[in-house]
């Protein structure tokens, strides 16, 4: 079984809450009227414990994606889902390519990345780097 690597969008005023907590927060999902991740119960059933969260919200003028907050899920129960966060120091940036990535970036508020673009940004190395530490 893969590593998955999903993007949550938050709120920039949280993100100093967010990486002191030890919770993963839902973006409010009606933000995104158009986007097919757009249940909750389906979103909690997928993440699976190991998997890598990154706090990401995407730039429309420079089409860049930036990860802010970098999170592996430790632990889950039927209501919670617990995290250790870190802050990826420079901020990582991710630039979807144009076909389809600018619009799932832009439409979906939660995404799990697929396996060609996680590659593509090195996600399995640099969730590996930022955790080796284990702090």
Request: glycine share 6%; aromatic share 12%; hydrophobic share 40%.
């Given at each position: 079984?893969?590593?998955?690597?999903?993007?949550?969008?938050?709120?920039?005023?949280?993100?100093?809450?967010?990486l002191r907590s030890d919770?993963?927060?839902?973006?409010?999902?009606?933000?995104?009227?158009?986007?097919?991740?757009?249940?909750?119960?389906?979103?909690?059933?997928?993440?699976?414990?190991?998997?890598?969260?990154?706090?990401?919200?995407?730039?429309?003028?420079?089409?860049?994606?930036?990860?802010?907050g970098i999170g592996q899920?430790?632990?889950?129960?039927?209501?919670?889902?617990?995290?250790?966060?870190?802050?990826?120091?420079?901020?990582?940036?991710?630039?979807?390519?144009?076909?389809?990535?600018?619009?799932?970036?832009?439409?979906?508020?939660?995404?799990?990345?697929?396996?060609?673009?996680?590659?593509?940004?090195?996600?399995?190395?640099?969730?590996?780097k930022l955790f080796a530490?284990?702090?």
């Amino acid at each position: 079984m893969r590593t998955k690597f999903w993007r949550f969008a938050y709120e920039d005023n949280e993100l100093t809450s967010i990486l002191r907590s030890d919770e993963l927060p839902f973006p409010g999902l009606s933000k995104w009227p158009t986007a097919k991740n757009n249940s909750f119960e389906k979103i909690f059933e997928d993440i699976k414990i190991g998997d890598f969260i990154l706090l990401a919200n995407f730039d429309r003028t420079s089409e860049i994606g930036i990860a802010k907050g970098i999170g592996q899920v430790i632990a889950k129960n039927n209501v919670k889902i617990t995290m250790h966060w870190k802050k990826p120091i420079p901020s990582l940036s991710l630039t979807p390519d144009i076909p389809g990535g600018v619009t799932v970036w832009s439409t979906e508020g939660v995404f799990c990345f697929d396996i060609q673009p996680a590659k593509r940004y090195k996600l399995d190395a640099q969730t590996k780097k930022l955790f080796a530490s284990g702090v």
